[in-house]
């Protein structure tokens, strides 16, 4: 089974401040992604890469800032936290592009 | 305005029952969807995929795809409890080059009753 974590699980943070959440695969995955969801609907997509150092925006990319260091790596950065990004945060993987995408277990964010 | 368009929003089933799920896309670009399962406080996971006009089965879940119409649903018989969930439909646009972008609705809340 394919393996994507998160961390942290949860984050509370101030309004302004910085916040970054962590993405690792194990799938030895090309693709990457960061999505949000808001309570009770569907997935929105943020930012994500097809390859290490590279990527790219996704619907709704304001606000936030991607990183792929390496394959197995992927962070999202908030760097001026607000109330509005209180959601939950999922990063997934996958082979390509025609693909099953695997989800982390994602990551609740609140910002107060 | 939402690209990808689910419906209902919510279904009640009874145990044993069929749910029928509907999705449509308003892009024509569209060339792949895929139907995605989420247990309440757990991340999504993939049912099943489809990209060719007709119908898949795989155990008690059914998918079409009329590609003309841009619509896909999902079927599910002799529903379960384990089956209450929000299900989500996702749909990649073929925009070319490498990108894997899906679109996702907004999903459908489905509650399986004893």
């Known amino acids: 089974e394919a393996a994507v974590t998160q961390s942290p699980r949860s984050k509370v943070a101030v309004t302004g401040g910085k916040v970054t959440l962590s993405c690792h695969q194990t799938?030895?995955?090309?693709?990457m992604y960061w999505y949000r969801q808001d309570t009770g609907h569907g997935l929105r997509l943020i930012h994500y890469?097809?390859?290490?150092?590279?990527?790219e925006k996704g619907d709704i990319p304001d606000g936030y800032k991607a990183s792929r260091p390496s394959q197995e790596n992927f962070s999202l950065i908030l760097e001026l936290a607000s109330l509005s990004q209180t959601a939950v945060y999922f990063c997934?993987?996958?082979?390509?592009?025609?693909?099953?995408?695997?989800f982390g277990p994602g990551t609740r964010l609140t910002v107060l | 305005q939402q690209k990808v368009q689910q419906s209902p929003e919510s279904l009640i089933v009874p145990e044993g029952g069929m749910a029928s799920l509907n999705c449509t896309s308003s892009?024509?670009?569209?060339?792949y969807f895929w139907w995605y399962r989420q247990h309440s406080g757990k991340s999504p996971k993939m049912l099943m995929?489809?990209?060719?006009?007709g119908e898949k089965e795989e155990g008690r879940f059914t998918v079409h795809l009329n590609k003309a119409s841009l619509h896909t649903s999902l079927h599910i018989r002799d529903s379960q409890p384990s089956d209450s969930a929000l299900y989500l439909c996702?749909?990649?646009?073929?925009?070319?080059?490498?990108?894997?972008?899906?679109?996702f609705g907004e999903g459908t809340q489905v509650t399986v009753i004893s």
């Open positions: 997934a993987s996958s082979e390509g592009r025609s693909y099953e995408q695997y």
């Open positions: 799938n030895n995955h090309d693709y």
């Open positions: 890469s097809y390859v290490a150092d590279s990527t």
């Open positions: 892009d024509r670009n569209v060339d």
């Open positions: 995929s489809i990209f060719s006009n």
């Open positions: 996702a749909a990649r646009m073929n925009t070319g080059g490498l990108s894997g972008k899906l679109t």
